[in-house]
């Protein structure tokens, strides 16, 4: 059963919370997030539910309420985006549908308020009071230093993209329809309050994004209004709606999300190209053809039990191995993700600094949470072999300002080196330090070259 608050003023209990709530006094001083480390960043973005708890008992399973009474918190939350910051962020060129959708629920459904071609502050501001319009502002971790900030580190703590997008809807309005979405979401309430409406999944952990009509599903499972200060989780799959009460003031939040497409079937799906890749090059079994006409007609019973022949030989391969698997995953996590946050022209990413590697000197990794190691066929397209490479891939010179915009191009940045090269980069991905002398390569310009390379990409330093 869902825990309740203890009532305060006349002890009456305002109706059905989540299936847990928090309630969180002001501290003395001041109470920012901690954003020394992704892990400390997410213990104090839940605080004062324990990250072990969390994992145990919410995350992909149920929502988590965290309602706070601390107003150093709520003016930290509320200097992350307000309604006031629009109108800079609209002269820097803003476009509809690109960065900003206008819309408005009216009888259940999602009416689009867009214009046509960049975005006019006074427009917007004249469909936001005038029509009651939602003002939808995607990824604004492009413009905003701290949503980055809590982002970067985010997406090294999950190991997986986090978008954000920010909803801003005028009192007496909804924005959306109620739906669920294929991320797990994170609710910080920024300006004003906004009333939520949560409801039991019709598909638990959904891959993809659907709208819910009303008579589907039924009363809310949990109810309640945000303010800000306020936190709020739900797993994906989870349907919600949320409208900004009448007689108040507009609400803001922002959504941060994460782990779309990053469950163990998306993992399967990736990892096994790879595997059939390698294990043909050394069963003749899986090079053979298949019969002919096969793909004319429906698959036979003894094809499939060739196919769950292979899959068993397969499992047992994978079992076996010791060695990295193959992973487009770890590739579009690298390329599309954030790069480090960092104050002025981040020379420190892009250039080489400190003491030029030699053969005699002790070298460490460094924005090791920046950094994907990976093994795959060699992409060169003129190696008619394809013979396997080490991959690595890095996010030092990504483009903060394309971050999750789909559409942009994005491209990777990193090295590829000989497969004879996996045991020397494993020594330095898994030690605090290490002498160049003593990395397993068979000569010393092999060594040399290696580490070299990696300085000049910034990816180690001497020390």
């Known amino acids: ?64 309420l965290i309602q706070r009474d601390d107003p150093v918190l709520a003016t930290y939350y509320r200097s992350l985006f307000r309604l006031s910051d629009l109108k800079s962020l609209c002269s820097r060129g803003m476009y509809y549908g690109r960065d900003v959708n206008v819309c408005r629920c009216v009888n259940g459904k999602k009416k689009i308020l867009n214009k046509d071609g960049k975005v006019h502050f006074l427009q917007l501001r004249k469909d936001f009071d005038q029509k009651r319009a939602t003002i939808q502002f995607h990824q604004p971790q492009r413009f905003k230093d701290e949503l980055w900030r809590i982002q970067e ?67 809310p499972a949990h109810e309640f209004t945000l303010k800000p200060g306020d936190l709020l989780y739900f797993p994906r799959g989870t349907i919600h709606q949320a409208d900004t009460p009448s007689g108040l003031a507009h609400s803001t939040h922002v959504t941060i999300s994460t782990y779309q497409s990053s469950s163990w079937g998306d993992f399967l799906l990736d990892t096994i190209s790879g595997l059939v890749f390698d294990t043909a090059k050394a069963d003749v079994e899986l090079r053979a053809g298949i019969p002919r006409q096969l793909l004319l007609v429906e698959t036979t019973a003894v094809a499939t039990r060739k196919l769950s022949g292979f899959l068993r030989m397969l499992a047992d391969r994978l079992e076996g191995t ?138 180690i330093q001497v020390v």
């Open 153 to 219: 580190k985010l997406e090294c703590y999950f190991g997986s993209l986090v978008g954000s997008n920010v909803y801003i809807t005028p009192a007496g309005s909804q924005g959306l329809p109620p739906h669920y979405d294929d991320v797990e979401v994170f609710i910080l309430q920024l300006e004003g309050e906004k009333h939520w409406r949560l409801y039991h999944p019709t598909v638990p952990l959904a891959r993809e994004y659907s709208l819910e009509a009303e008579d589907r599903i039924g009363r």
């Open 1 to 64: 059963m869902p825990k309740k608050v203890k009532p305060a003023g006349d002890g009456k209990e305002e109706g059905p919370v989540p299936c847990k709530q928090v309630k969180v006094e002001a501290a003395g001083g001041p109470s920012p997030l901690n954003l020394d480390s992704p892990s400390g960043l997410f213990e104090s973005l839940i605080s004062p539910i324990k990250t072990e708890t969390f994992f145990k008992e919410f995350w992909e399973q149920k929502p988590l």
């Open 322 to 459: 010791k060695e990295l698997l193959s992973a487009d995953m770890k590739k579009d996590f690298a390329m599309n993700r954030l790069p480090p946050y960092y104050l002025g022209d981040g020379v420190e990413l892009s250039t080489p600094g400190g003491q030029l590697p030699g053969l005699d000197s002790t070298v460490r990794l460094q924005f090791r949470d920046h950094v994907v190691l990976t093994v795959g066929p060699d992409q060169d397209p003129s190696d008619e072999t394809r013979e396997k490479m080490v991959y690595i891939y890095h996010s030092l010179k990504n483009r903060r300002e394309t971050h999750m915009m789909g559409n942009e191009e994005t491209e990777s940045h990193g090295l590829r080196f000989p497969l004879s090269h996996i045991d020397a980069l494993k020594q330095i991905w898994n030690s605090s330090a290490i002498s160049v002398k003593d990395l397993k390569l068979t000569t010393d310009e092999e060594k040399q070259s290696l580490v070299l390379s990696l300085w000049t990409e910034c990816l």
